[in-house]
T-cell receptor
Framework: DQQVKQNSPSLSVQEGRISILNCDYTNSMFDYFLWYKKYPAEGPTFLISISSIKDKNEDGRFTVFLNKSAKHLSLHIVPSQPGDSAVYFCAASSGSEKLVFGKGMKLTVNP | NAGVTQTPKFRILKIGQSMTLQCAQDMNHNYMYWYRQDPGMGLKLIYYSVGAGITDKGEVPNGYNVSRSTTEDFPLRLELAAPSQTSVYFC?????????????FGEGSWLTVV
């Protein structure tokens, strides 16, 4: 039973355009959501997060939107850059010690 | 500024062999984790610890053991390696507290069991 779902395994966009990465969750107890970015042969690194009391959080080119009623969040990257090419993981926490991850989505930004 | 350090980075094991993946963090974090990532899959939690002397099972603990004798170290032991344990292993840590504390990952350990 996958609690955090990233249904699209990959996305390809042109440099300068918007990248939209989606994530759905099933556990209504989740109260904090995070996005991690992973380059090949490296560990995941934290990108941006959002608390369930908010519906939007912005950090430079990265914005995360949360729709609690739909149990859906999305990461927007504007403008996309070739260096953004990586695997992006959505993760969620319910106040416990554990973080639940999605399967990841591979983003490719073409020059 | 080491953060989370994992060793070894790469290892090939024969079926039935044992080994320990080492993990150390220098951020004085109470919480530490071991995840594995299989190709095309997300990160699955193997074991975690909320402090020295305390460990608990995650989603996929079978075939592994852990110990947490100090705040800094959280080794993962494979007792009888099996091909199904071929994976990339990530150690991570974060401060105690609410959900909002970020988790920091090591660079990963690539393990192949043949």
């Amino acid at each position: 039973d996958q609690q955090v779902k990233q249904n699209s395994p990959s996305l390809s966009v042109q440099e300068g355009r918007i990248s939209i990465l989606n994530c759905d969750y099933t556990n209504s107890m989740f109260d904090y959501f995070l996005w991690y970015k992973k380059y090949p042969a490296e560990g995941p690194t934290f990108l941006i997060s959002i608390s369930s009391i908010k519906d939007k959080n912005e950090d430079g080119r990265f914005t995360v939107f949360l729709n609690k009623s739909a149990k859906h969040l999305s990461l927007h990257i504007v403008p996309s850059q070739p260096g953004d090419s990586a695997v992006y993981f959505c993760a969620a926490s319910s106040g416990s010690e554990k973080l639940v991850f999605g399967k990841g989505m591979k983003l490719t930004v073409n020059p | 500024n080491a953060g989370v350090t994992q060793t070894p980075k790469f290892r090939i094991l024969k079926i039935g062999q044992s080994m320990t993946l080492q993990c150390a963090q220098d951020m004085n974090h109470n919480y530490m984790y071991w995840y594995r990532q299989d190709p095309g899959m997300g990160l699955k939690l193997i074991y975690y610890s909320v402090g020295a002397g305390i460990t608990d099972k995650g989603e996929v603990p079978n075939g592994y053991n852990v110990s947490r004798s100090t705040t800094e170290d959280f080794p993962l032991r494979l007792e009888l390696a099996a091909p199904s344990q071929t994976s990339v292993y990530f150690c991570a840590s974060r401060p105690s507290g609410g959900s909002g504390n970020t988790i920091y990952f090591g660079e990963g350990s690539w393990l192949t069991v043949v």
